[in-house]
């Protein structure tokens, strides 16, 4: 066991609080490198679909994906770790962390429509907003917020369900 028979509920909760630092910690790391994938795989889908070049998407998707790998690598160490998470903090910590993580979802939504309605307005009323090559550009600008939106989502599904996460990852470690 991580911590002694003897320790609180709340010794639990602290830890978890802990492992789920961590995971979002993975996540972040990996989230950049996917909003540049996300980015270029938008551009090389429309560039199809409008029969144009879709080589500089395909090129921003690898670099994308080449970057979230790094991200991915450079945190392997703890991607791995068979430690115990640190505690952190207390039931005030972790009131914080889910209001953080609630607070950014709202905000990316609302950057989300913001973009969204940017890209609507660039497509009817500027004067090349309907052709080829300003057209491939549109869902690109829409694929950044939406990876980044789908990735703090995520993080914040794990800060919610970080005692049922950490509960499972106690049994798996304890079964090997």
Same mark, same amino acid.
């Given at each position: 066991?991580i ?9 639990f ?23 540049v994938?996300g980015?270029?795989?938008a551009w ?12 500089a998407?395909l090129?921003m998707?690898?670099v ?12 392997a160490g703890l ?7 640190? %505690?952190?903090?207390? $039931?005030k910590? !972790?009131?914080d ?5 609630? +607070?950014n979802? =709202?905000? /990316?939504?609302?950057?989300l429509l913001l ?7 660039l ?15 549109l %869902?690109?600008?829409? $694929?950044f917020? !939406?990876?980044?939106?789908g990735?703090?989502?995520? +993080?914040?599904s =794990?800060? /919610?369900r ?6 499972a990852?106690l049994a798996r470690?304890?079964?090997?």
């Amino acid at each position: 066991m991580i911590f002694p028979q003897d320790d609180s509920r709340e010794q639990f909760q602290r830890l978890a609080l802990g492992y789920a630092r961590r995971r979002a910690y993975l996540v972040a790391a990996l989230l950049g490198g996917l909003c540049v994938a996300g980015v270029g795989v938008a551009w090389a889908l429309t560039a199809l679909i409008l029969g144009l070049d879709s080589t500089a998407g395909l090129v921003m998707a690898t670099v994308g994906a080449g970057l979230a790998f790094l991200g991915w690598i450079a945190t392997a160490g703890l991607r791995f770790s068979r430690n115990a998470p640190k %505690p952190l903090g207390d $039931a005030k910590d !972790a009131k914080d962390m889910e209001s953080n993580a609630r +607070i950014n979802v =709202i905000a /990316l939504w609302i950057l989300l429509l913001l973009v969204v309605a940017a890209c609507l307005a660039l497509f009817f009323f500027a004067p090349r907003g309907q052709e080829d090559d300003a057209m491939v550009l549109l %869902p690109s600008f829409i $694929a950044f917020p !939406a990876v980044l939106l789908g990735g703090i989502t995520y +993080i914040r599904s =794990i800060v /919610l369900r970080r005692e049922t996460l950490f509960a499972a990852w106690l049994a798996r470690r304890e079964n090997q």
